[in-house]
């Protein structure tokens, strides 16, 4: 049955208006696929209201009830200080978050994102933290994330792929050469034992720990400290076989691949070089493409040229074998370190060293050898002439913050607790990724803001959110008030410039 022109005005997405005894009944109505029929059905919720040509839409009393039940009860002691060390570490972010998805759904993403980032918590938990948390003042204040709202949100997040690289692209500096070359990528493996989920499957990773998993490609800017890209691989695809993809996906220049020293060999660097792949790969000592005997002349120092690394002089010479690039480093401090111990041991463990041993391994004491296919044209400078040591110092920084991705993975694992997935849907499991991003991106701002206040050695990234947990405000004659904050807790968050008192 046709409706009349005069109703079509109260007819919206995901409602249904039925004519029912000579009257309009208006309801909700949900969509919902069905394998087995090979097509989506219409599922009728709940009576909403009837609709009348004289009075309009009237609201049904029992929906009054639900909408009254489903509001943000009233709480007038809310947890403050997390909200405000968030908000403030993605004070950069969310204006560009909001502009891609949207007001409501960027503050639900990140209400979500800071509950697993300050409570790692699971979908079920996020209504209870967001009703007692100050971010219900100022994110989505009319909607519960129950966990129902919660899983839809992350399936949309999920569904939209394209829109979340467009986010993740906005994260890159503009008009910076030297940004794509502090790229670096790396993986990880997530175990998961979810029947559903497709791409979890058994696969090969440095535990040895075969069962079902994912894999999950990261991209970091060791320039602006924080990660900017990220995509879900399936368990058995290698890593050099998505790195390609994930390069298109991003756009990006002059990504870098920097393994660990278990991954050169010939094989791994031919299909590099097959995916036109830029790496920068360390070798192990005793490898025969590595030419020590530069170290060996008595004149080395006079014909070598040398860069100062955190207060270290660190000499290096480049060189080509077999058509690859090659640079030897040799920091002489450690070189002497590491003789001291080896001859210590001599003395202390004669069954496995020797002075035999001593003289083969004389010559790579202190040092470190990387092949790489970087030139020096992609150097800051931009010059032509004399780039030589301006590469090979960047070549030894670059592979120095390759801890920065060590980091990062660790972080993700244990302070998250995302080392084991239940997800049962791909999309949803893509938006809960998509939030643990975000999570992320704070984690590492933080982390960054106490290296550079030079509180590391004394606060980890977690002391402090632990101690922005208890920064509260409360409600005074109907005005919020900011609780009382300990003196040493203003003291380290003026140091990473966070104010809870604005």
Known sequence: MSLPDWILQFKEPHTQIKYINKRYYKYEVSYKYVPERKRTITVVGNLLGRITKEHGFIPSEKNKLREQQNAMPKVDIKNYGVYALFENLLADETPELKKVFGKEKAEKV??????????????????????????SENW??????????????????????EMVVKFTKALLPKGSA????????????????????????????????????IRLMYMFSSEIKKPVYYRLVNGNIPDIASMSLCIRELGAKNVVFIADKGFYSEANIT??????????????????????AQLGENNFKQKRSFFIFQKRIIWYYQYE?????????????????EEEDYLNRIVTQPDGYSEKGYLEKLLSFGTLTLAYNLDGSESNSGETE????????QLYV???????????????????????????????????????FIAMIAYYKLYDRLRNATLLKKESPKDIIELAKAVYQ???????????????????????????LK
């Not at 979500?112 to 967001?130: D, G, H, T």
């Not at 839809?152 to 999920?158: R, S, V």
């Not at 989920?197 to 535990?207: E, H, K, M, Q, R």
């Not at 299909?271 to 020590?292: G, H, S, T, V």
């Open 386 to 393: 004399n780039q030589t040591p301006i590469a090979a110092e």
């Open 474 to 500: 409360m409600k005074i004659q109907g005005e919020w008030q900011c609780s009382e904050i300990p003196k040493r807790t203003r003291e380290i968050f003026k140091k990473i410039g966070i104010d809870c």
């Open 178 to 213: 030297k940004t794509d070359n502090f790229v670096m990528m790396d993986s990880t493996h997530i175990m998961s034992n979810s029947e559903n989920l497709a791409v979890n499957v058994p696969g090969y990773n440095p535990s040895f720990d075969f069962g079902k998993q």
């Open 110 to 135: 990140l209400t979500f994102a800071m509950m697993r980032w300050a409570y790692q918590s699971p979908i079920k938990r996020v209504l209870n933290y967001q009703v007692h948390n100050f971010c």
């Open 271 to 292: 299909l590099l070089e097959e995916e036109n792949l830029k790496f920068l790969i360390p070798l192990r000592r005793n490898n025969q493409a590595i030419d020590y």
């Open 321 to 337: 074998k077999e058509g690859r690039n090659y640079v030897t480093f040799l920091d002489e401090r450690l070189r002497v370190e």
């Open 140 to 161: 989505c204040k009319e909607t519960q994330l129950s966990d129902k709202q919660v899983t839809t949100l992350l399936k949309y997040f999920g569904e939209n792929r």
């Open 398 to 436: 670059l592979y120095k913050q390759r801890n920065e991705i060590e980091i990062m993975f660790d972080s993700y694992k244990n302070f998250l607790k995302s080392d084991v997935m239940y997800m049962q849907d791909r999309h949803v499991c893509e938006g809960w990724l998509f939030a643990n």
